[in-house]
Every structure is written in C-alpha cells, then in structure tokens.
T-cell receptor, first 114, second 118 residues
C-alpha cells in the first residue's frame, strides 16, 4: 500500500534554532516528492518539489533532501522564525494510479517559541 | 483570479441537512481537487477533475457526497443528509495540467471551508 509517514508528529523549538523534519514513503513507482507549509486556518502552500534525480533543493531557509534509494526525505529549517510555526506536509507523487497520483502525509506541527 | 477561492469560509448546519461548498480555481487550470482535512491530519483525497469530468472519485466516502464541475472551472461539492462525522475543513486545489508525474505541476490550495454539522 502506498504510504507517506512523517516524524515527529509535533515539534517545539526556540526562535533562531534549526530543525529537521522527516518523511518516509513506500510509494512505488516513485515520481516526485513535495513539501508543503500549512499555516493554521489556511490551505497548504508548496515549498519544494523534487524529482527522483534531485538530492537537495532549497527555498530560502528551507532545504529539502531526498534519498530515493532509502525512500526518505527531510526538510531542514535554518535559523527558525516565529512565522515558521505551521504544519509541514510531505506529499509523494507516483506514476500511474489515480488521484492525480498524490499521496499526503499527516504532517508535522512545528511551533517556534520566542 | 489571483488564487483559489472557496466559499463559504465557514458553514454550520444541522444533521440531516444538505450543503454545497464552492471552489473557484485559478483561471486556466484544468485540474481541480477536493480534499477533506480533520484536525491534526493531512488532507484526505476526495475527488479529482480534469476539465469537466471526474477523473478519479475514489476518495468520496459514500453516495451522500457528490461534486460537479460543469464548465471546467468552478466546482461544487455537495453533501446530502449531513452527519456529524462530516465536520471537517474541505480544501480545494487546482493545478495547470493535473499531470503530477513530472514534478512540474504545482497544486495551489484555497483557504478551505470549515464545515460544522451540529
């Protein structure tokens, strides 16, 4: 069964600190992996999209890594800010199948405290 | 439009009533998706449209749920005989082509409609 698992479920860090969120998937055949940021009461917003040939991609203070062999991805946030408080959702796209081929994780809820 | 819009932003209804939720996608986007999100969970797929047709409705939980996109733009999610378990945020997203396999088709989400069934 195609699944996307994220850890930790929630995380609290102090402003200015770095953190890393994890995503493991079993989607096969794999096409690409996305990270979304979802602020409370808002819809998710795309941060990065990585295909199987890409190992890392950055978007400002956000850096995503992908290991297609071990089927793992991480999202690293550098020098966290209060505005980084949100849920971060990992989404994996596969080939074929349906639903536009997107499998969503449950998200990691990040709280950045002053 | 500038982004995906959804109306209403909040809907409170009584058990057994009928509700309609509306989604206005980004102009020109052929693909439209509906998701349901419960508190603390990721979005759960409901239905995906390519143009006017439902390309995949495998996520609709039962026959009380139905969605249409008659002109290939605006979509309406319809829920009959609402139940308390239907309470959730209903998210709509659109993308340019709906071809997710190449990593070039970004989904843009609306703010969601929060449905509360009393």
């Amino acid at each position: 069964k195609n699944q996307v698992e994220q850890s930790p479920q929630s995380l609290i860090i102090l402003e200015g600190k770095n953190c890393t969120l994890q995503c493991n998937y079993t989607v096969s055949p794999f096409s690409n992996l996305r990270w979304y940021k979802q602020d409370t009461g808002r819809g998710p917003v795309s941060l990065t999209i990585m295909t199987f040939s890409e190992n890392t991609k950055s978007n400002g203070r956000y850096t995503a890594t992908l290991d297609a062999d071990t089927k793992q991805s991480s999202l690293h946030i550098t020098a966290s800010q209060l505005s980084d408080s949100a849920s971060y959702i990992c989404v994996v796209a596969g080939y074929g199948g349906s639903q536009g081929n997107l499998i969503f994780g449950k998200g990691t809820k990040l709280s950045v405290k002053p | 439009g500038a982004g995906v819009s959804q109306t209403p932003s909040n809907k409170v209804t009584e058990k057994g009533k009928y509700v309609e939720l509306r989604c206005d996608p980004i102009s020109g986007h052929t693909a439209l998706y509906w998701y349901r999100q419960s508190l603390g969970q990721g979005p759960e797929f409901l239905i995906y449209f390519q143009g006017t047709g439902a390309a995949d409705d495998s996520g609709l939980p039962n026959d009380r749920f139905f969605a249409v996109r008659p002109e290939g733009s605006v979509s309406t999610l319809k829920i009959q005989r609402t139940e308390r378990g239907d309470s959730a945020v209903y998210l709509c997203a659109s993308s340019l082509t709906g071809v997710q396999a190449f990593g070039t088709d970004t989904q843009y989400f609306g703010p969601g409609t929060r449905l509360t069934v009393l």
